[in-house]
């Protein structure tokens, strides 16, 4: 057996019969048998500071740290104003 793990994170929501619903699809051929690991929060949700704050720290994201994805720069685009 084969020690290495591949994680893949994604959001669901645990319905009233406490089965999970995931918001996509996974990218796995299956059948296949996998581990889960359910993170949560004792509050009913996140506010976007938590969620940002979350995906901050998350390593999945470690990546974007690489000079080679800062692909732009603050000339690029336009900016835009929300005028509601």
Known sequence: ???TLTAIEMAG??????????????PIHGPKRVRVIV?????DEWNEKEWLDTATL?????FLKDPE????TLSDG???YDET
């Open 58 to 62: 998350n390593p999945s994201f470690d």
């Open 39 to 43: 993170l949560y929060s004792p509050i």
């Open 13 to 26: 929501t645990v319905d009233e019969c406490h089965q999970l619903q995931l918001d996509g699809l996974l």
């Open 1 to 3: 057996m084969d020690a």
């Open 78 to 80: 336009k900016p835009y």
């Open 69 to 72: 994805e800062d692909i732009y």
